[in-house]
């Protein structure tokens, strides 16, 4: 199992970005998959999960209506698209494989790298 994001750079406050990740060595479909974050000195915390289909997606609170989670089963690759950023959304972003399922979004059991992202004027 290999989970690889991309995307991540610094950026100033209200800006984008769209964040990547792409998923082999397993059947990418058949997993509820997570975006996961860490900032310096917090701990993990999920961002945003969606289904295997990519019909359900799910927010923490301090990104609704900024962040758009989705998934193209085809390429095996989960997207994170973040609009409006603020400083506090920098952090250390990286996607999980869920383990089981979306009620489950504390247990994931394959993770990534992660990618950084910086909001800074």
């Known amino acids: 199992v290999q989970l690889v994001e991309s995307g991540g750079d610094m950026v100033q406050p209200g800006g984008s970005l769209r964040l990547s990740c792409a998923a082999s060595g397993f059947t990418f479909s058949n997993y509820d998959m997570l975006w996961v974050r860490q900032a310096p000195g917090k701990g993990p915390e999920w961002v945003s999960a969606i289904n295997t289909g990519g019909g359900s997606m799910y927010y923490a609170d301090f990104v609704k209506g900024r962040f758009t989670i989705s998934r193209d089963n085809a390429k095996n690759t989960l997207y994170l698209q973040m609009n409006s950023l603020n400083p506090e959304d920098t952090a250390l972003y990286y996607c999980?494989?869920?383990?089981?399922?979306?009620?489950?979004?504390?247990?994931?059991?394959?993770w990534g790298r992660g990618t950084q992202v910086t909001v800074s004027s």
């Open positions: 999980a494989r869920l383990r089981y399922g979306l009620a489950y979004r504390d247990e994931y059991d394959y």
